[in-house]
């Protein structure tokens, strides 16, 4: 059974920092990783996507790396700003016909003014 | 735009009364998925349609059962409503399998 941890699950920086989010799955079959943002009370925003055959995706401020082998994933974020104040959440989707997405529980980030 | 809609945002039940929570979607996405989320834990995936191709999760409760009339809706019924049922409810849309998902703001549930 596929696990997701994320570490740490809550991250508080001052502003213009830069940082790394962590994501750790058990399964290294995977067929792709996905990053989400989640404001509280609302739904998921899909940040990246990363394919099992790349290593790396790149959106704005946002940086994803992907070791499929050990089982890693990070979320770089250049220049945080206080509107990046969200909850990171990561997860992997399975190979084959698997369509279900395993979620870790996700870090909640404080960037402070 | 083209979206993942989702109504009621918020919804107040009472214990074992039937609720139906609807989503919608402008994507024209093959795949439709509901996810149960509850503070602070990670989405947990209930169920996903392919097309009109119904796909529970082993672990979902039968008190939980969804309706895709069309492509463009899909629908969350829950029978007999108990306390620990209360949680965001997500809808997602995917054009195939193993694509990005895109999720609707989600809809709140209170079971009183």
């Known amino acids: 059974k596929q696990e997701v941890t994320q570490i740490p699950a809550a991250l508080s920086v001052p502003e213009g920092e830069n940082l790394v989010l962590n994501c750790s799955f058990t399964d290294s079959a995977i067929y792709n990783l996905q990053w989400f943002r989640q404001d509280p009370g609302k739904g998921l925003t899909s940040l990246l996507l990363i394919q099992s055959s790349q290593r790396e995706q790149t959106s704005g401020r946002l940086n994803a790396s992907l070791d499929k082998s050990s089982g890693r994933s990070t979320l770089y974020i250049a220049a945080s700003q206080p509107g990046d104040s969200a909850t990171y959440l990561c997860?992997?989707?399975?190979?084959?016909?698997?369509?279900?997405?395993?979620f870790g529980k996700g870090t909640l980030l404080t960037v402070n003014p | 735009d083209a979206m993942v809609i989702q109504n009621p945002r918020y919804q107040v039940t009472q214990f074992g009364k039937p609720v139906t929570l609807s989503c919608s979607q402008t994507?024209?996405?093959?795949?439709m998925y509901w996810y149960q989320q509850k503070s602070s834990q990670a989405p947990k995936l209930l169920f996903h349609?392919?097309?009109?191709?119904?796909?529970n999760e082993a672990d979902t409760p039968d008190n939980f059962q969804s309706r895709r009339p069309n492509t463009s809706f899909c629908f969350l019924d829950i029978r007999s409503p108990g306390l620990g049922d209360a949680a965001m409810y997500l809808c997602?849309?995917?054009?195939?399998?193993?694509?990005?998902?895109?999720f609707g703001p989600g809809t709140r549930l209170l079971v009183l």
């Open positions: 997602a849309t995917s054009r195939g399998a193993q694509e990005t998902q895109y």
């Open positions: 994507l024209n996405h093959n795949v």
């Open positions: 349609y392919y097309d009109k191709d119904f796909n």
């Open positions: 997860a992997v989707s399975g190979g084959g016909s698997n369509y279900k997405l395993t």
